[in-house]
């Protein structure tokens, strides 16, 4: 894009000699080949890409199954544009940043009371570094009794977040997966079977990703207990169970809060993230460092902790999705975060019903029954019968605006689709989404040729896959893609 000579500022350049001693291979043989443009064309270039993008604010946003993509209030982005958070620095002295850390010091007790969970810490960036966070206090706790060599296992579920057995492998441990029962419920046989002296711990999401919450849930904390090991729960669904149950309720060791999903601050495409991950007096020595404290008088970072972790990210954590998230829980109040819930299990249910409705559409297992605030739906029998896949069905509902994830790998529920409707969603927007995917679902069976080559109204229309399986073809940078795909 633009001309040669075009600016949008023009910026005094004044011809300024390198350094000699900048290296020769640090130096451009030619100047960047940056866009020259003018203001306005910027402007609309930028205006034209947020138009292209699908979102919360722009429409029907179910379709971000186990992502909790709810409805961020506007009053909260007001709250982290003022400067009092905006400009805040993370090397600042604590003496010039009471606010922010009262605010984080009350999050914590408030969290505390929603998860019965002794102390948290909120410095990890995710909730993958949430989890990441629980492994090591886990793998830390272990060492400090002298039984880090013998328990090198970690259990976790098939439908639990991938991210509990990237973890528990990443920090070195042998993962061992259950696969689900009849029922769609993890298998407590096959617990029984792989708990043992190596057990280190179980990490489970509950509800799962199928929606089924684990009935049996304080049973599987007893048996992994019974062994030695600790318990983490996954609470990155917990949506549809807020002010219902909680984690130290079951016995839990540890847990983590996705804050960019359960507590509504902007998900972002990943990130900007926050997560939060909570300890029983137990294990609280081993939390990462600093932790924030409050000696009556004012509040503190505490680096004095023998037995800590260190640190999951740097400094404090990801402060204005912190603030966010402190907004939404005191606006909501006990009362208001339960009913959130509520909320969200009668828009799960009641949109399940309406697309089991829809031709080709099945929920496997434990028929009949209710699901908490996502459903893992599958749309085999549609496959069978017309050939059109559910990424195509996905693919097909960017033409009427909204979107749809199918799940994670393994693809252990076939042709799966999964949403997740939150409580921010009316009755006539779960009944609007529900008629875009009985119509893309006849046009599988009448003319699925439509279906197969969509998107037909979006600036990127199909991408290749075939490259995500080639290490030789991954590139991170242009540089690295000029060099590798262009091969320039």
């Given at each position: 894009?633009?001309?040669?000579?075009?600016?949008?500022?023009?910026?005094?350049?004044?011809?300024?000699?390198?350094?000699?001693?900048?290296?020769?291979?640090?130096?451009?043989?030619?100047?960047?080949?940056?866009?020259?443009?003018?203001?306005?064309?910027?402007?609309?270039?930028?205006?034209?890409?947020?138009?292209?993008n699908l979102g919360v604010d722009l429409n029907i946003d179910v379709g971000q199954g186990t992502c909790t993509m709810k409805y961020s209030p506007k009053v909260n982005d007001q709250f982290v544009r003022d400067p009092k958070v905006a400009e805040l620095h993370p090397l600042q002295d604590e003496r010039?940043?009471?606010?922010?850390?009262?605010?984080?010091?009350?999050?914590?007790?408030?969290?505390?009371?929603?998860?019965?969970?002794?102390?948290?810490?909120?410095?990890?960036?995710?909730?993958?570094?949430?989890?990441?966070?629980?492994?090591?206090?886990?793998?830390?706790?272990?060492?400090?009794?002298?039984?880090?060599?013998?328990?090198?296992?970690?259990?976790?579920?098939?439908?639990?977040?991938?991210?509990?057995?990237?973890?528990?492998?990443?920090?070195?441990?042998?993962?061992?997966?259950?696969?689900?029962?009849?029922?769609?419920?993890?298998?407590?046989?096959?617990?029984?079977?792989?708990?043992?002296?190596?057990?280190?711990?179980?990490?489970?999401?509950?509800?799962?990703?199928?929606?089924?919450?684990?009935?049996?849930?304080?049973?599987?904390?007893?048996?992994?207990?019974?062994?030695?090991?600790?318990?983490?729960?996954?609470?990155?669904?917990?949506?549809?169970?807020?002010?219902?149950?909680?984690?130290?309720?079951?016995?839990?060791?540890?847990?983590?809060?996705?804050?960019?999903?359960?507590?509504?601050?902007?998900?972002?495409?990943?990130?900007?993230?926050?997560?939060?991950?909570?300890?029983?007096?137990?294990?609280?020595?081993?939390?990462?460092?600093?932790?924030?404290?409050?000696?009556?008088?004012?509040?503190?970072?505490?680096?004095?902790?023998?037995?800590?972790?260190?640190?999951?990210?740097?400094?404090?954590?990801?402060?204005?999705?912190?603030?966010?998230?402190?907004?939404?829980?005191?606006?909501?109040?006990?009362?208001?975060?339960?009913?959130?819930?509520?909320?969200?299990?009668?828009?799960?249910?009641?949109?399940?019903?309406?697309?089991?409705?829809?031709?080709?559409?099945?929920?496997?297992?434990?028929?009949?029954?209710?699901?908490?605030?996502?459903?893992?739906?599958?749309?085999?029998?549609?496959?069978?019968?017309?050939?059109?896949?559910?990424?195509?069905?996905?693919?097909?509902?960017?033409?009427?605006?909204?979107?749809?994830?199918?799940?994670?790998?393994?693809?252990?529920?076939?042709?799966?689709?999964?949403?997740?409707?939150?409580?921010?969603?009316?009755?006539?927007?779960?009944?609007?989404?529900?008629?875009?995917?009985?119509?893309?679902?006849?046009?599988?069976?009448?003319?699925?040729?439509?279906?197969?080559?969509?998107?037909?109204?979006?600036?990127?229309?199909?991408?290749?896959?075939?490259?995500?399986?080639?290490?030789?073809?991954?590139?991170?940078?242009?540089?690295?893609?000029?060099?590798?795909?262009?091969?320039?």
């Amino acid at each position: 894009m633009g001309s040669p000579g075009e600016r949008g500022v023009l910026v005094p350049a004044p011809d300024v000699p390198l350094d000699d001693s900048l290296p020769d291979a640090l130096r451009r043989a030619a100047p960047p080949a940056l866009p020259e443009m003018s203001q306005p064309h910027v402007l609309r270039h930028y205006l034209r890409l947020s138009q292209e993008n699908l979102g919360v604010d722009l429409n029907i946003d179910v379709g971000q199954g186990t992502c909790t993509m709810k409805y961020s209030p506007k009053v909260n982005d007001q709250f982290v544009r003022d400067p009092k958070v905006a400009e805040l620095h993370p090397l600042q002295d604590e003496r010039t940043v009471q606010g922010v850390l009262e605010i984080m010091h009350r999050l914590e007790g408030l969290l505390r009371e929603i998860s019965g969970m002794a102390r948290f810490s909120l410095q990890p960036g995710a909730g993958s570094a949430a989890i990441y966070a629980n492994v090591s206090m886990i793998r830390a706790y272990f060492a400090a009794r002298g039984e880090a060599g013998q328990r090198d296992e970690v259990i976790t579920t098939i439908f639990s977040h991938p991210s509990n057995a990237a973890c528990a492998k990443t920090a070195g441990y042998k993962v061992i997966t259950l696969y689900p029962d009849a029922d769609g419920y993890p298998d407590i046989e096959a617990l029984k079977q792989a708990v043992g002296p190596r057990t280190a711990a179980l990490f489970i999401t509950n509800p799962e990703d199928t929606g089924l919450f684990n009935p049996r849930i304080e049973e599987f904390v007893r048996i992994v207990h019974d062994a030695g090991g600790l318990c983490a729960y996954d609470q990155a669904n917990a949506n549809g169970i807020l002010g219902i149950t909680r984690a130290r309720d079951a016995g839990f060791d540890l847990c983590h809060f996705n804050l960019h999903k359960t507590f509504s601050t902007p998900h972002a495409c990943g990130g900007p993230a926050a997560g939060a991950c909570g300890v029983t007096e137990e294990l609280a020595p081993y939390l990462p460092t600093p932790t924030v404290e409050f000696d009556g008088d004012r509040y503190h970072l505490d680096d004095d902790r023998p037995a800590s972790i260190g640190k999951i990210r740097p400094f404090y954590g990801v402060v204005p999705n912190l603030v966010r998230a402190y907004a939404w829980i005191m606006s909501m109040g006990g009362a208001g975060l339960r009913e959130a819930a509520e909320v969200a299990v009668l828009n799960n249910n009641y949109l399940m019903a309406k697309v089991l409705e829809i031709r080709g559409a099945s929920v496997p297992y434990a028929a009949g029954r209710p699901r908490i605030e996502q459903v893992r739906y599958s749309w085999e029998r549609l496959a069978e019968e017309t050939g059109v896949h559910s990424e195509d069905l996905g693919l097909r509902t960017a033409d009427f605006g909204t979107h749809y994830w199918t799940s994670h790998h393994p693809y252990v529920v076939p042709e799966p689709m999964t949403l997740e409707p939150t409580e921010s969603y009316s009755k006539a927007d779960l009944d609007e989404y529900a008629a875009i995917l009985a119509e893309v679902a006849r046009e599988a069976y009448e003319e699925p040729e439509t279906v197969r080559t969509a998107p037909h109204r979006s600036t990127v229309h199909r991408t290749r896959e075939d490259v995500l399986d080639d290490p030789a073809t991954w590139a991170v940078t242009w540089r690295a893609y000029r060099r590798k795909v262009l091969q320039k």
